[in-house]
Structures are given as structure tokens and as C-alpha cells.
């Protein structure tokens, strides 16, 4: 079984619309959005929840009013400045590290799981689907990126699928990491404009340090075209193999407007038939089944 | 005075496009895994300084291989082998209970380099920006270090990273109010959503820009009218501006008109903030 990631390094520049549309081309594949902080592959999947997990990702320090003696050891010991001036512990900052709980001199404090998200397994028109929601403003996104990953490897083993679709999350921190650890291979989607080339130079370092296979597209390649020469002789002196260049059609906002991927509402297309050869090449590349 | 603002495509372009069209303006660049703003200002860069964060160091003469250091750590990054104790600096969020719950005070902390600050000058504006190193996981460390050098007398505008979750949350905190930039498809409403989620919980007022008004439907404006959610501005979608921006050009440079419309945006936040 074969895993590959999409990546950007930032967000908006067309990752999820070409998940989706990998997911709907994909015969034999298991599809997982660990873009756990905004998902979004839903939307154009309508995934059909099968089974809904609880996430507790993190831990939260929880004060007895009643027994606390005013001393303020939590506070002057807490490095998150989760301990406000009255004595409340203030759940959005505190990162579950316990330290109030020892120095409490009267065992005032608890540690308690908290709900940091829901895990989802799913299932869609196209094969199933392993998704997630992280809780508004909670940490640990890394943790629920490998829990939505865990579910999505035990979906493909029992379905017998051969490759798992990944839809990532912007930047180049911990959710990232998370999201390419022992995959086959990644797609970069960049955009021809001087910072996404800057975002790209950046994710494929982090790919070079763990030992990932990259692949890149550019997506509204005709924005800017001496911008997209740039990343394809980037790409070349750097052996990156460089997949497909996809045009700006304003089909693919349509297509999320009316809740599809571009290759299924408008598969006639430049951006669709551009699309689908990518997939072709990427899937030969990666050894599976393709149509 | 401070703003913050988020969320969708090319967010970056508005915070600068703001930043050049206000006087006496620093501008933070807190999206430290991916820092674009400075690609569209071309400063000139006055000051870099590493940024750490500290972590244990085990003197193995005081150290009685008890483990009570490895039990108690909430994120495993101490490690107690039978000989040995391992420090996964990547891991530690330098809460400092290890050293705290040590039996005979064997630890110590070092510093663990996980990126750079940069302060920079364009025009008029004062720069601050942070880089994530490759292969370091936590942005949160670097954020707060960007953000020890806010200047409280000039007008502040921060760029927030995407997403909600613990780099967002660092870098609105304290905010007077937060700007969403979205744009009018369903990916912009879903997420735009989410992040007032975030804002209402930490009690920090918002309003809305629409990032390329025209393209896919109308779902953002009807949401924001029901919800009495005030939108702020509209940025049309035009070929001209993301051209522009492609050349890491601010489409305010090429399109002076714009100058006025942020000035009259930041002033109606002002009144707003005031109330």
C-alpha cells in the first residue's frame, strides 16, 4: 500500500481541489484530509460518517475553588501564563504540563482530558474516507493528523486498497510533519507568485529532511508564466520531477460552489483534463492502479 | 493599538497593503512557518537573532536513574533507559517540571535553537518577522519572541499563520480587534466560521474583508447579515491585482486609490475599538 501526501506551503492554492479530484480518479484508494484545523475535502466529498471517535489530544488543569488557598504558586510557576490574576486557569492557554498540579501545596488542581476533536470515519461515492475536526483554538493538531492517518491505514488494509490519498495542511510545522512521516511520496502544489515560490522552496526542504519523495505542480501556472519558469528550472536543477502545470479556470471555484471536485462537474475542461494526466503520472510513478 | 487578520488567500497582501497606506506603522509577521510579508516590502534587514527554547540537560553525577523526571512529563520527551536519560528537544515545551520533580536537582537547562527573528525597515515601516527552522515542529516559541517587540505607540498590525489552532490563538491574544479575510466560495465560509469561533471564545472583537469579491456565491455575505457580522471591505477579484501579486508587488503601490480605502478601513476600526 502506498501513502501520498498534498502539500502547500500556504493555504489557498488549489491542495484540496486536487485531493478531491485524485480521490474521485482513484479506483482502489482510501482518502484522509489532515488538514485537521480546516477541513475542507468534505465539502466536496460529502463523506457519509460511519463511525465518529472522540479526539482527547491534550490535557487541562482544573482548580477547586474550594479547597485553593489563594497562594499563587500555580500561577508564578505556570510558563503558559494559563493562571490569570484571580486565580482561574484560562483552558485556551494552558498546555497540560501538570507543574500547577505538583507545586499546589493543597492538591487543589487536577489534570482532566479535555475534548481537543472528533475523529470520523466515512464513507463517500468514491471509497471511504478517514477525516477530522480539531476543536476551535486547541492544540495538538499533530497528534489527530497521526490518529486520522491511523484510521485511513486500517481502512486501506481492510478494504484491500492499494494507496492513501492525503490532503495536508499549510506551513512547514508540526501538523505538516505529521502528515508526510513515512509516506511514498508528496505533491507540492506552488503558485507562480514570488512567495509561493519562496513557500515552496521551504516545504521541499522539510521533504529533503524526512527523507520524502517530492513532486510539484503549479496550479494557475498562466497567472504568472515567467514565475512558473522559475519553479520549473528551480525544480530541474534540484531533480524535482515537476507534474503537471494546471491553467486558471474560474470552473474550479464553480465546481466548489456547487459542492464537487473539477473533475466531476466539469471533466471536459483544461484544468480537469490537466487533472487527470498528473494523476496518471503520478500513480504510474508510485506503482498503483490507475482507472 | 494592535490588528490582526487571517484566514484565506493572500491574507498577507492586505496586512501590507494597510501597513503602506498608514503612517507610523510596525508590522509583525507571525505566519513564522512560512514569513511572506518581507518578499513584498524588500526591507532592509537591521537585526537577526537566533530564537530558543530552553530544554533539560542531565548532569549524570547527580542523576539517580529514578525516571521520575520521564513520568512525569506530559509531551515523552525525557526518557528514562536503564543506563541512560534521553532529552527529545523537539518534543519538550520547556514547562519546566522535570527539573521540578528531580529528587536530587540534576537538571539544568540548555538552549535549543528553533529559528530566527528579523527586524527590518521599508519606507516608513518598522518590520518584524520570525523564521521557523526546517524540521522543527513548534511555531508558538517563535511567535511570542516576534511579538516581545511590539511598539505600543505605533499602530500595530500583525499577520497571522492559517488555521485555528495554537499559532493563531498566540497571535491574536491581546489583539483590540481582528481583521478575517475571506473570500465568497465555500472553503472561505467553512473557514471562516471556525476562526470566529476562536475570536468569540477569546472575547476579541472582528469584522470581514472579502478577498476577491465576484467569484463563487453569495453564502459569506447572507452569513455575515444574519449573524450581524460587520464587513469591513471588498477586494474585487481582479486579473490586475493578482498579477501584481504575483510579482510581490503591493497592489496599492500600482493602484494608489487603495491608500485612502485602508486609511478610511483602520480609522472605522479605531471608532469601533473605541466604543
Given at each position: 500500500m502506498k501513502q501520498l501526501?498534498?502539500?502547500?506551503?500556504?493555504?489557498?492554492?488549489?491542495?484540496t481541489t486536487i485531493a478531491a479530484s485524485f480521490a474521485v480518479l482513484a479506483k482502489n484508494a482510501v482518502v484522509a484530509d489532515c488538514d485537521v484545523d480546516a477541513p475542507d475535502l468534505h465539502m466536496l466529498l460529502h463523506p457519509e460518517v460511519i463511525d465518529t471517535q472522540e479526539f482527547r489530544g491534550s490535557k487541562v488543569a482544573v482548580l477547586d475553588k474550594t479547597k485553593c488557598t489563594q497562594c499563587g504558586l500555580c500561577k508564578e510557576r505556570c510558563k503558559f501564563g494559563a493562571i490569570n490574576a484571580d486565580l482561574n486557569v484560562e483552558a485556551i492557554s494552558c498546555e497540560g504540563c501538570n507543574v500547577c498540579v505538583v507545586?499546589?501545596?493543597?492538591?487543589?488542581?487536577?489534570?482532566?482530558?479535555?475534548?481537543?476533536?472528533?475523529?470520523?470515519?466515512?464513507?463517500?461515492?468514491?471509497?471511504?474516507?478517514?477525516?477530522?475536526?480539531?476543536?476551535?483554538?486547541?492544540?495538538?493538531?499533530?497528534?489527530?493528523?497521526?490518529?486520522?492517518?491511523?484510521?485511513?491505514?486500517i481502512l486501506a488494509e481492510n478494504k484491500n486498497c492499494d494507496l492513501i490519498i492525503i490532503d495536508g495542511s499549510p506551513g512547514v510545522g508540526c501538523p505538516v510533519m505529521a502528515s508526510i512521516t513515512g509516506v511514498d511520496a508528496a505533491l507540492v502544489v506552488a503558485e507562480p507568485t514570488l512567495s509561493g515560490i519562496h513557500d515552496l522552496e521551504r516545504v521541499l526542504k522539510l521533504l529533503k529532511h524526512f527523507n520524502v519523495v517530492p513532486f510539484v505542480c503549479v496550479n494557475m501556472y498562466d497567472v504568472n508564466t515567467n514565475n512558473a519558469n522559475r519553479i520549473l528550472s528551480f525544480c530541474n536543477e534540484n531533480r524535482v520531477e515537476v507534474v503537471g502545470n494546471i491553467p486558471f479556470n474560474s470552473d474550479v471555484t464553480k465546481a466548489m460552489v456547487n459542492g464537487k471536485a473539477v473533475v466531476e462537474y466539469s471533466p471536459e475542461s483544461n484544468v480537469a483534463e490537466e487533472i487527470a494526466c498528473m494523476w496518471k503520472k503520478i500513480s504510474s510513478l508510485l506503482n498503483c492502479a490507475v482507472e | 493599538m494592535l490588528l490582526v487578520e487571517k484566514a484565506g488567500l493572500e491574507k498577507t497582501s492586505v496586512a501590507v497593503n494597510m501597513a503602506l497606506s498608514l503612517d507610523n506603522v510596525q508590522l509583525i509577521d507571525c505566519d513564522v512557518e512560512e514569513p511572506n510579508a518581507y518578499l513584498l516590502l524588500h526591507p532592509k534587514l537591521e537585526k537577526t537573532e537566533s530564537v530558543y527554547t530552553e530544554v533539560p540537560v542531565v548532569n549524570r553525577e547527580l542523576c539517580t536513574n529514578c525516571g521520575e523526571c520521564s513520568k512525569f512529563c506530559q509531551y515523552h520527551a525525557i526518557f528514562t533507559t536503564a543506563d541512560k536519560i534521553l532529552v527529545f528537544p523537539e518534543l519538550c515545551h520547556s514547562c519546566g517540571g522535570c527539573a521540578l520533580v528531580c529528587p536530587t536537582m540534576a537538571i539544568t537547562w540548555e538552549k535549543h535553537r528553533i529559528g530566527v527573528l528579523k527586524s527590518a525597515?521599508?519606507?516608513?515601516?518598522?518590520?518584524?518577522?520570525?523564521?521557523?527552522?526546517?524540521?522543527?515542529?513548534?511555531?508558538?516559541?517563535?511567535?511570542?519572541?516576534?511579538?516581545?517587540?511590539?511598539?505600543?505607540?505605533?499602530?500595530?498590525?500583525?499577520?497571522?499563520?492559517?488555521?485555528?489552532?495554537?499559532?493563531?490563538?498566540?497571535?491574536?491574544?491581546?489583539?483590540?480587534?481582528?481583521?478575517?479575510?475571506?473570500?465568497?466560495?465555500?472553503?472561505?465560509?467553512?473557514?471562516?466560521?471556525?476562526?470566529?469561533?476562536?475570536?468569540?471564545?477569546?472575547?476579541?472583537?472582528?469584522?470581514?474583508?472579502?478577498?476577491?469579491?465576484?467569484?463563487?456565491?453569495?453564502?459569506?455575505?447572507?452569513?455575515?447579515?444574519e449573524d450581524g457580522i460587520r464587513i469591513l471591505m471588498e477586494i474585487p477579484y481582479q486579473r490586475k491585482i493578482a498579477e501584481l501579486y504575483s510579482q510581490g508587488i503591493p497592489f496599492s503601490l500600482e493602484m494608489p486609490e487603495w491608500n485612502e480605502k485602508f486609511q478610511v478601513l483602520y480609522e472605522e476600526i479605531r471608532m469601533l475599538v473605541k466604543k
Open positions: 501526501t498534498i502539500l502547500s506551503g500556504k493555504g489557498g492554492t488549489g491542495k507545586v499546589c501545596p493543597v492538591h487543589a488542581i487536577i489534570l482532566a482530558e479535555r475534548h481537543s476533536g472528533s475523529a470520523y470515519i466515512s464513507k463517500t461515492n468514491y471509497g471511504f474516507m478517514a477525516h477530522a475536526l480539531l476543536a476551535p483554538g486547541e492544540s495538538n493538531s499533530g497528534k489527530l493528523v497521526t490518529l486520522v492517518r491511523q484510521n485511513a491505514k | 525597515s521599508a519606507e516608513d515601516i518598522e518590520l518584524v518577522y520570525g523564521e521557523l527552522e526546517i524540521g522543527k515542529p513548534m511555531a508558538v516559541p517563535i511567535i511570542k519572541a516576534v511579538k516581545k517587540y511590539l511598539k505600543q505607540d505605533l499602530n500595530i498590525i500583525l499577520d497571522s499563520p492559517p488555521g485555528t489552532s495554537c499559532p493563531f490563538v498566540e497571535t491574536v491574544r491581546g489583539s483590540d480587534f481582528c481583521i478575517l479575510v475571506t473570500e465568497p466560495t465555500p472553503f472561505g465560509l467553512h473557514d471562516l466560521k471556525i476562526a470566529i469561533q476562536v475570536l468569540k471564545t477569546l472575547g476579541i472583537p472582528f469584522g470581514v474583508v472579502i478577498n476577491r469579491a465576484g467569484v463563487g456565491d453569495t453564502k459569506v455575505y447572507d452569513y455575515c447579515k
